[in-house]
């Protein structure tokens, strides 16, 4: 009886068992395997329209300082970080339009428009910072143009470097920024001739051409004036000539009358002030009035190559020299195209030395961009930072308004032309080479 009792038990439980493992609708309810395709919500009925693993993964950024990504329709944003106020904004306006009229005819970029976002390098140190600063706070921005002046360039290509950006300058000639030894930063490059260049051939114009012996040099402690001032002397001593004086004064000094008076004493025959258009207007229009510089050749550089010097100058500088980047470009595209879209656009002729330098550093930007840029079939693109680097200084043979860019590995890119004019009729004449 005990062995029927348990058997009946487990029977029972048995029984309860099954009963409870049959769906809440009874056994003829159809599961949710069973579930017809017209109930199951929308939402579900999207795996054929992802996109396939492997093409994700072909746009994956493996660079190794990271990348730019842009989304299908968004533009491709660039910086620039010229002088576009004050008095030297003749300088870095020409530069603007230079880089504002190869965004023109280039058009879009792997399909993409080009958005330019210009900033002020004030031409100081504190300019620069500030406009790198702005530039490197934007994790759009590819790559930038600038900056005008090299006392801004020391601390925005250090900014520049750090975050991993590139700048390419079209006028930055102090020697230091391409110098390993002294401010150059990865990163940085420049279409702008280096002035160990520009120092020696106006030491040459002043020996050989001239025929001078003495000369004096003034800078105002900025990379560019204090380097190329430098250079000269260099340049001037090694060809047996004798610097008779080498002073500095502030950018901003409004009385130069004790500096020239030292100058004077010391006898020069030449004197070369390779400074900005405030100081440089100051220091010609002042040294026709201390005795013994009547007669001492006034030389200056392409910091002062602008009409508004010219403005501020009226009858004394005259006959002056001013060394700079030779303009007589041999290519038929800077005369039959360039120029007519630059008078067009803006309504005046070119206002400082370095347009031309501009539009061929924002081409050979825009060039780097479309060789390394990743697009897939939906045309959003990834631009690696390391990779654009990498293209930039391995630019070769490129052939510019300029000349032909070919870039070392410390970013000197320039195919350096140097020339001197002289101040003739309230013009600047080329009259060497």
């Known amino acids: 009886m005990k062995r029927l009792s348990l058997l009946l038990v487990l029977l029972l439980l048995g029984a309860l068992a099954l ?18 395709a017209e109930e199951m919500p929308a939402e579900e009925e999207a795996p054929a329209e992802e996109a396939p693993a492997e093409e994700t993964g072909s746009m994956e950024c493996t660079d190794a300082i990271g990348c730019v990504e842009v989304a299908a329709g968004d533009p491709i944003q660039i910086a620039s970080a010229l002088v ?39 031409c100081n140190a504190e300019g620069g910072q500030t406009a790198g600063t702005k530039i490197v706070a934007n994790p759009q921005i590819v790559g930038a143009i600038g900056t005008s002046c090299s006392g801004a360039g020391v601390p925005m290509a250090q900014i520049i470097s750090d975050a991993g950006y590139v700048m390419i300058s079209p006028s930055n000639t102090s020697p230091a920024l391409t110098d390993p030894a ?3 930063k990865p990163g940085y490059l420049r279409t702008a001739h280096n002035d160990l260049i520009q120092g020696a051939a106006m030491a040459d ?15 105002d402690g900025d990379p560019y004036t204090e380097g190329l001032a ?24 409004t009385n130069v009358e004790p500096l020239l008076t030292t100058v004077a004493a010391a006898g020069p025959e030449f004197l070369y002030y390779p400074v900005f258009i405030p100081l440089g207007s100051l220091i010609t229009n002042t040294a026709k009035n201390i005795s013994g510089l009547e007669s001492v050749y006034l030389a200056g550089a ?18 002056m020299y001013v060394s ?15 120029l007519p879209m630059y008078q067009a656009d803006y309504g005046t002729e070119p206002t400082a030395p370095f347009h031309a330098h501009a539009y061929d550093a924002t081409v050979m930007l825009l060039d780097a961009i479309e060789a390394v840029a990743q697009q897939d079939g939906d045309g959003n693109l990834i631009i690696g930072r390391q990779a654009l680097r990498d293209a930039l200084y391995a630019t070769s043979g490129m052939e510019g308004i300029t000349g032909t860019i070919t870039c070392n590995e410390f970013g000197d890119c320039a195919d350096p032309k140097i020339s001197v004019s002289e101040v003739q009729g309230g013009e600047f004449v080329r009259v060497w080479p």
């Open 182 to 184: 002294q401010a150059f």
């Open 19 to 36: 009963v409870a493992c049959q769906p809440s609708g009874g056994t003829n309810a159809p599961t949710e395997e069973e579930a017809p």
């Open 230 to 253: 430098q250079a000269f002397a260099d340049a001037f001593v090694a060809k047996g000539g004798e610097m008779v004086a080498f002073e500095a004064e502030a950018a901003d000094a």
């Open 205 to 219: 114009y002043a020996y050989d051409v001239l025929g001078v012996t003495k000369a004096a040099a003034v800078h």
């Open 324 to 338: 700079g980047p030779d303009l007589a470009f041999s290519n038929t595209f800077y005369q039959d195209e360039f």
């Open 84 to 122: 576009i106020s004050g008095p030297n904004a003749d300088l870095g306006l020409d530069s603007q339009r230079g880089v504002e009229i190869a965004l023109k005819m280039r058009g879009d970029v792997l399909g993409h428009s080009v958005e330019l976002i210009a900033e002020d390098d004030g």
């Open 302 to 319: 392409d910091g002062i190559q602008s009409p508004s010097f010219l403005e501020n100058t009226v009858d004394t500088s005259e006959g």
